[in-house]
């Protein structure tokens, strides 16, 4: 009796392994059909979202397509939804949008802090931007805020020549 029954669930087992076999042959298919193309995937990373829900995604992941931000959500999630042309390994990282910088000050950054604690500084500087600078002292000043705030996530700002009650030069658009 026990043989008869051996045999018996052997001969079943062998349909469902091949039902098995075929099951995973077509995940496999679906999922080769489905996977969406992205050009960049960035995973691993703690995705501050700033959407709706204000979402924190610990271990996410952005796919990028052109341009555009095609998805966001889990490393998982995406992983299994992209194939994509390059990852970037973002863990140990934020991942987030970029900072908006709505004042800056022109002049500054090539100053810095220079003569901040002297109480001269008003005249110092007016002397510097107003009768000592020349357009090339703007063009680097601008050039270094930009690959600063780049460097800090910053992707919009603004920067104008002024300061203080009399420090201003906005007679050529050269000094914006
Ligand atoms: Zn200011």
Do not use: C
């Amino acid at each position: 009796m026990k043989i008869l029954h051996r045999s018996h669930d052997r001969n079943s087992l062998i349909p469902a392994f091949s039902l098995f076999g075929t099951l995973l042959a077509l995940h496999g298919a679906v999922h080769a059909v489905a996977a969406e193309r992205a050009d960049i995937l960035i995973t691993g990373g703690t995705v501050i979202t700033m959407d709706q829900d204000r979402r924190v995604l610990d271990n996410g992941a952005i796919a990028i397509v052109g341009k555009r931000i095609a998805a966001v959500g889990t490393a998982a999630e995406l992983r299994a939804r992209f194939r994509a042309g390059q990852v970037i390994d973002a863990r140990r990282k934020v991942v987030m949008p970029g900072l908006i910088d709505g004042h800056g000050h022109a002049g500054h950054e090539l100053l810095k802090t220079l003569a901040a604690d002297s109480d001269k500084w008003d005249w110092i500087v007016e002397r510097i931007y107003a009768h000592g600078s020349t357009p090339d002292f703007w063009k680097a000043d601008a050039m270094l805020a930009g690959l600063e705030r780049l460097k800090f996530g910053v992707t919009s700002s603004v920067n104008f020549f002024g300061g203080g009650d009399n420090v201003y030069r906005v007679d050529d658009p050269k000094y914006g």
